[in-house]
């Protein structure tokens, strides 16, 4: 047999009880109430099933995998400073190169090259048949 025990209940809440209690008797109805909020007071505080944690864990291993591959595709900090670096030796020695070009190249033309062009310029102003060049237009 189930012990039983006398609750003291002021009178609104007993006609509160009575309003909405449907079906049941005064005692199901309270008992149906204490454990459903026992219930949710559960689920509020945190309160976690086997299989929600199962599904968290299938998530967390998912996730830890694409974090994993993302690692591996990314590079690091190290890789990006030493990509730096390699590229400005690589503009150093393409600057180095076309100056020192530019050098050798501005020395060769300046003593005979310039000379030749500066004599076929003259002659062209002089008139000579010999250095004249002719274009020859065809209308379509």
């Given at each position: 047999?189930?012990?039983?025990?006398?609750?003291?209940?002021?009178e609104e809440v007993v006609r509160k009880i009575n309003e909405n209690r449907g079906d049941l008797?005064?005692?199901?109805?309270?008992?149906?109430?204490?454990?459903?909020?026992?219930?949710?007071?559960?689920?509020?505080?945190?309160?976690?099933?086997?299989?929600?944690?199962?599904?968290?864990?299938?998530l967390l291993q998912e996730l830890n995998a694409k974090l994993e591959v993302i690692e591996k595709?990314?590079?690091?900090?190290?890789?990006?400073?030493?990509?730096?670096?390699?590229?400005?030796?690589?503009?150093?020695?393409?600057?180095?190169?076309?100056?020192?070009?530019?050098?050798?190249?501005?020395?060769?033309?300046?003593?005979?090259?310039?000379?030749?062009?500066?004599?076929?310029?003259?002659?062209?102003?002089?008139?000579?048949?010999?250095?004249?060049?002719?274009?020859?237009?065809?209308?379509?």
């Amino acid at each position: 047999m189930s012990d039983k025990r006398m609750l003291i209940l002021s009178e609104e809440v007993v006609r509160k009880i009575n309003e909405n209690r449907g079906d049941l008797s005064q005692g199901e109805f309270i008992e149906f109430l204490i454990e459903s909020h026992f219930r949710e007071q559960g689920k509020g505080t945190g309160a976690v099933d086997k299989h929600e944690v199962e599904s968290l864990k299938k998530l967390l291993q998912e996730l830890n995998a694409k974090l994993e591959v993302i690692e591996k595709q990314a590079a690091t900090r190290e890789e990006v400073q030493a990509f730096q670096e390699d590229t400005r030796k690589l503009l150093k020695s393409f600057l180095d190169f076309f100056v020192g070009y530019g050098l050798e190249l501005g020395k060769h033309s300046l003593s005979g090259d310039l000379q030749e062009l500066s004599s076929s310029l003259e002659k062209a102003e002089e008139g000579d048949e010999e250095n004249q060049v002719k274009i020859k237009w065809k209308k379509q």
